[in-house]
């Protein structure tokens, strides 16, 4: 009976160690999850601090824009909103690039905005930002993906069920950003 007292006793010892690296290295890859997404929001605040200024320089030239300049600042407003779901953040993050795309095609009508040195800072800076976002974006979708592979294993997938632990979805761009550039719309003088 000592014997098969023994052995018992070093399974549990065995499954709690299963268990615990298990449980670990789940927990490992949420918060990287959630430091990845914290890494891409620094950046997106540095989008959202910028769009003010850039749309008070275009507001100056551009008058018949104001539609588009209105509708950018009233994304950059929501997102700014505390609170927001990861899948909130992303999905105005996607609206703020189209409307952002659209306000430096409309632009492009404007060539004495494109000549301001101001406008040419701020283009630099957000081209810079937008640039430091991809690889945001490109380090969030490793991390997702490399929870969302640990979560969906034998056996992590049981103790990720016992957590509550749900599948978490990746940046996809959209619709708007895989369509061409129509190169003809921007070489159109008002």
Known sequence: MNTTLLILIAALVILSLIFISIYNGLIRRRNEVDNAFGGMDVQLKKRYDLIPNLVASVKEYAQHEKELLS?????????????????EKISLDNQIS??????LIS?????ELKANENFIFLQRSLNEVESQISAARRTFNAVVTDYNNGIQVFPNSIVAGMMGMKRKEVFVISEAERENVDVSKMFKQG
């Not at 189209?98 to 306000?103: P, R």
């Open 71 to 87: 509708k950018l600042t009233a994304l950059r407003a929501s997102a700014l909103k505390p609170d927001l779901s990861v899948d």
């Open 107 to 111: 632009v492009e009508n404007y060539p």
């Open 98 to 103: 189209g409307a952002i795309k659209n306000m």
